[in-house]
Antibody
Framework: QVQLQESGPGLVKPSQTLSLTCTVSGGSISSGSYYWSWIRQPAGKGLEWIGR???????NYNPSLKSRVTISVDTSKNQFSLKLSSVTAADTAVYYC?????????WGQGTLVTVSS | QSALTQPASVSGSPGQSITISCTGT?????????VSWYQQHPGKAPKLMIY???NRPSGVSNRFSGSKSGNTASLTISGLQAEDEADYYCSSYTSSSLGMVFGGGTKLTVL
């Protein structure tokens, strides 16, 4: 059974860079034809796809966030990571990582990141 | 890329059937059979209910079904139960970003 777990700071100051890591267990991040995605959800609002990475390292990003987002993968640690630069209060949200096979079949529990000074 | 369009809310009585629509464009819903549906209860991560328009993952009740016509996909829940009360989101592959896009979400109330 594949499991995903997000980790990282719960509080980030405005203008700084948000950094999160997703650790995958129960299977190799390199096996199968999967993408690995980041998704966020502001309180009381809907889901927003941020971007994804394939195990080859190729990435796709939401155009609205593309200039500020970097997603990377560390296959040796079975992890993939999100960096979102120049954050503002609008980036406050629960951030999820998920396995992506053109559908998100496994999700992390989510981690709340608050942008505040 | 624009979010897919879903009704903000739907409701139904126990035992009834409801349908939630998800409207996109030929660049996403209409162009690919990569439409999926998610159920989210408060404070929980979303759960995959339908993938590739009409396929149910193992363990998902057959009361949930999906379909697509043109640029609009639909999720139908039959035999409504109290536990079905939740938010539902559609998602699709989109060629505009070579990635994914979500609908705005629909709150289902079981009366």
């Amino acid at each position: 059974q594949v499991q995903l777990q997000e980790s990282g700071p719960g509080l980030v100051k405005p203008s700084q860079t948000l950094s999160l890591t997703c650790t995958v267990s129960g299977g190799s991040i390199s096996s199968g034809s999967y993408y690995w995605s980041w998704i966020r959800q502001p309180a009381g609002k809907g889901l927003e796809w941020i971007g994804r990475i394939y195990t080859s390292g190729s990435t796709n990003y939401n155009p609205s966030l593309k200039s500020r987002v970097t997603i990377s993968v560390d296959t040796s640690k079975n992890q993939f990571s999100l960096k979102l630069s120049s954050v503002t209060a609008a980036d406050t949200a629960v951030y999820y990582c998920a396995r992506d096979y053109m559908a998100f079949d496994y999700w992390g529990q989510g981690t709340l990141v608050t942008v505040s000074s | 890329q624009s979010a897919l369009t879903q009704p903000a809310s739907v409701s139904g009585s126990p035992g009834q059937s409801i349908t939630i629509s998800c409207t996109g464009t030929s660049s996403d819903v209409g162009g690919y059979n990569y439409v999926s549906w998610y159920q989210q209860h408060p404070g929980k991560a979303p759960k995959l209910m339908i993938y590739e328009v009409s396929n149910r993952p193992s363990g998902v009740s057959n009361r949930f079904s999906g379909s697509k016509s043109g640029n609009t996909a639909s999720l139908t829940i039959s035999g409504l139960q109290a536990e079905d009360e939740a938010d539902y989101y559609c998602s699709s592959y989109t060629s505009s970003s070579l990635g994914m896009v979500f609908g705005g979400g629909t709150k289902l109330t079981v009366l």
